[in-house]
C-alpha cells in the first residue's frame, strides 16, 4: 500500500477519533474475553483431576465466569459492530461529499476531457468497494492484531518454549501475506480503472440508446461491451486469483505452528512440565492465534482493493481546480456592455482557435454571431460565461475585467438558452424555477405563457406538477426547448445569449417565440448564435466568424451587399437552386 494514501485515509478517520476509540476499546473487551476463556476452561479441566476427584466447587465457578466473559464478549462484539458501521459510513458520506463538492469546482475543460461514468465509477462504485474494505479492517483487523498479541503474551506466561517456536514460526505466515498482497495490488487497481471505463461506456450506451438504435449500432455496441467486459474479468481474475493465494497459503503456515504446539506440549505434558489443563489452554490458544492470521489475510485482500479505489478517488480530489474567485470580488452596476480586447484561446495549446478577437457590445444592442461550423461561435459563449478563461486578452464586462469578479456574479447577469437542453428530475414548476426557486406561482405561469409553453403544460396529467424524467425523456425536443426559454423568461437577466435557441421547435410556434424574445431583449445586450440567418435580420449588429476570427461585421443588408462570406452563408440558405 502506498504510504501517502493510507496517511489521508488516517486523516478521513481523524474527526471521529471518538467513534476509533470506542472500536479499539471495544476490540479490546471482546478480544479479551476471548482470549480468557481458553484459561478458565484449563483451570476447570485441572479441577477434574479424575474420578472421585472433581472439584466440583472449582469446575461451576469456573462455569459462570465463562458465561460472564462470554456474554461480555458479545455486548462487546454489538456495540463494535455499531461503532464501526457509523465511523465507516460517516467516512464514507464525507468523500462522497469531497467529490460532489469537487466536482462543482474542477474547470469544465477537465469535465469536457473525462467520461462522465468513469466520474459517476469513482463516486459511487469506488466509495462502495472502499466502504466494504474499510469496515472489514475496522471489524476484523482491530481484534485479530489484539488477539495475536495477547494470545502471545498468555502462551509466553504458560511455557515460554512453545511460545518462542510460535514466535519464530508467525513470520513465514506474515512474509507469505505480504509478498501475496504487494502482487494482488496492481491487478485491484487495474481493476478499478477498467470497471470505470465499462461504467462510462454503459452510461454512453444508454444514454444514447436511441441513436444505437436508429444506426443499427447495437452489435457493435455490444462487441466493444464485450470487449472491455472481457478485460474487467481478467483483471479481476488476476486480482482474485492472486488475493486468493493469501489465505490458504497462510493457513498452511498456521497448521505447521499448530502442529510443533501439539509436538513440544504433548511432550511437556509427559515430562510433567505443564499440566493437562494447561495443554487444552496451549492447543486452544494456537488454535486461535492461528484465526486471526486466515482473517487478516482476507482483510488484507479487501484492503488492497480498498485502497485502489481509494487511490482512484484522491486522484480525482487532487485534479487542479478552476481558479478561485478574487476575496473582495468586484461588482459594478448591470449594465450590460461587454468588450473583448484581443483574446487569445485554444482548448489544444498546439491548435489556435481564436485569436485577435476584439469585440464592443454596447447595452441593449443585439449581436448576432453566425459562421460556419467550428468557426468559434459556442467558445466565444464559453469565453463571455467564464466557463473558459482566455489564454491572452481581457474580457470586460460592465467595465470590470471579467477575472475580477465573482463567477456567480458574472453568470447571474447573463441568461442563456443553448441549443442543447437539459431539464432536471423533478416538477415542471421546479424546473421553470430552478434559476429563481423563490418564484410565486403568477411569475412562474406568467414565464410559461411568454415562452408558449403553458398550453401544454396544461394538457399534462398533473399540469405545473407533472414530475419529468431525467433530462425531461418523457417530452418532446420542442416542448424541452420551451421549458428551457421559460425558465430564462422568469428570470430576465441584463443580458441574453441565445445559442439557436429555437433549432426544436415549430415554424409557427417559433414566430411567436421570437416575438417574445424580441419582447425579451428590449434594453438587454443580447449575443444570438444562430445558423437560420432568417432569425437575425434585424440584428443591430452581426458578427461573421471564420476560424476563430471576425472577417466580416455589420448590419444584415450592409453585409449582403459586401458579398463576403456572410452573403454566401445566407444566399446559400435562401437563393433559388
Avoid at 498482497?181 to 444514447?208: C, M, P, S, W
Avoid at 478577437?357 to 441593449?364: D, F, H, V
Avoid at 471579467?402 to 423533478?426: I, N
Wanted: hydrophobic share 45%; net charge negative.
Amino acid at each position: 500500500m502506498k504510504k501517502p494514501t493510507v496517511r489521508r485515509i488516517l486523516e478521513l478517520i481523524s474527526p471521529y477519533r471518538l467513534l476509533a476509540a470506542a472500536s479499539i476499546f471495544c476490540a479490546l473487551i471482546s478480544s479479551a474475553a476471548q482470549l480468557a476463556i481458553p484459561i478458565l476452561c484449563g483451570y476447570a479441566i485441572d479441577a477434574m483431576i479424575g474420578e472421585g476427584q472433581v472439584f466440583t466447587g472449582t469446575v461451576l465457578r469456573m462455569a459462570v465466569i465463562i458465561a460472564a466473559v462470554t456474554a461480555a464478549a458479545a455486548v462487546a462484539q454489538q456495540v463494535l459492530a455499531v461503532c464501526n458501521n457509523k465511523l465507516t459510513y460517516r467516512i464514507c458520506r464525507d468523500m462522497r461529499e469531497s467529490v460532489s463538492g469537487k466536482i462543482h469546482r474542477l474547470p469544465l475543460s477537465y469535465l469536457d476531457g473525462h467520461q462522465s461514468g468513469d466520474l459517476v465509477s469513482r463516486m459511487v462504485a469506488d466509495v462502495d468497494t472502499f466502504a466494504d474494505g474499510l469496515l472489514m479492517g475496522f471489524t476484523q483487523l482491530f481484534t485479530g492484531v489484539i488477539s495475536i498479541l495477547g494470545t502471545i503474551i498468555i502462551m509466553l506466561w504458560l511455557n515460554g518454549l512453545i511460545a518462542l517456536a510460535v514466535v519464530l514460526l508467525t513470520p513465514l505466515s506474515i512474509f507469505t501475506a505480504r509478498f501475496i498482497a504487494t502482487r494482488a495490488h496492481k491487478y485491484f487497481v487495474e481493476q478499478a480503472d477498467v470497471r470505470g471505463e465499462e461504467t462510462a461506456l454503459v452510461n454512453e450506451a444508454i444514454g444514447g440508446q436511441r441513436v444505437v438504435r436508429a444506426f443499427g449500432h447495437e452489435e457493435r455496441t455490444l462487441e466493444e461491451f464485450d470487449k472491455v467486459n472481457e478485460e474487467l474479468g481478467k483483471a479481476s481474475l488476476k486480482a482474485t486469483f492472486f488475493s486468493s493465494l493469501t489465505n490458504p497459503s497462510t493457513r498452511m503456515v498456521n497448521n505447521i505452528v499448530y502442529a510443533a504446539v501439539i509436538l513440544i506440549g504433548a511432550l511437556s505434558a509427559v515430562s510433567g512440565s505443564i499440566t493437562v489443563g494447561q495443554l487444552s489452554s496451549l492447543l486452544s490458544y494456537a488454535s486461535q492465534y492461528a484465526k486471526p492470521f486466515n482473517e487478516i489475510s482476507g482483510v488484507v485482500t479487501e484492503l488492497q482493493n480498498a485502497v485502489a479505489c481509494a487511490e482512484r478517488i484522491f486522484e480525482l480530489l487532487d485534479q487542479k481546480e478552476e481558479t478561485p474567485d478574487r476575496a473582495d470580488p468586484v461588482s459594478p452596476a448591470p449594465e450590460g456592455r461587454v468588450e473583448l480586447h484581443d483574446v487569445y484561446f485554444s482548448y489544444d495549446k498546439e491548435r489556435p482557435l481564436i485569436e485577435h478577437l476584439s469585440l464592443k457590445a454596447q447595452p441593449g444592442q443585439r449581436i448576432a454571431i453566425v459562421g460556419p461550423t467550428g468557426c468559434g461561435k459556442t467558445t466565444l459563449i464559453n469565453l463571455l460565461m467564464r466557463f473558459y478563461d482566455p489564454d491572452r486578452g481581457e474580457i470586460f464586462v460592465d467595465g470590470a475585467d471579467s477575472r475580477d469578479m465573482a463567477r456567480h456574479d458574472l453568470r447571474g447577469r447573463y441568461g442563456m438558452v443553448l441549443q442543447d437542453t437539459w431539464l432536471c428530475t423533478g416538477t415542471i414548476r421546479e424546473n421553470i424555477a430552478y434559476g429563481k426557486p423563490d418564484a410565486s406561482e403568477e411569475e412562474i405561469v406568467a414565464a410559461a405563457k411568454a415562452a408558449h409553453a403553458h398550453s401544454f403544460i396544461r394538457r399534462l396529467p398533473e399540469g405545473y406538477d407533472t414530475v419529468i424524467r431525467e433530462n425531461g425523456a418523457d417530452l418532446s425536443a420542442g416542448q424541452r426547448q420551451l421549458l428551457c426559454i421559460a425558465r430564462v423568461m422568469l428570470c430576465l437577466p441584463p443580458m441574453l445569449i441565445l445559442d439557436e435557441a429555437t433549432s426544436s421547435i415549430d415554424t409557427r410556434t417559433e414566430a411567436r417565440i421570437q416575438a417574445a424574445f424580441a419582447r425579451m431583449m428590449e434594453g438587454r445586450t443580447s449575443f444570438i448564435v444562430a445558423h437560420r440567418l432568417s432569425t437575425i435580420r434585424e440584428a443591430d449588429l452581426i458578427l461573421v466568424m471564420k476560424d476563430g476570427k471576425i472577417v466580416e461585421q455589420g448590419r444584415h443588408q450592409e453585409l449582403l451587399e459586401n458579398g463576403g462570406l456572410y452573403a454566401t452563408l445566407y444566399n446559400s440558405q435562401f437563393a433559388p437552386a
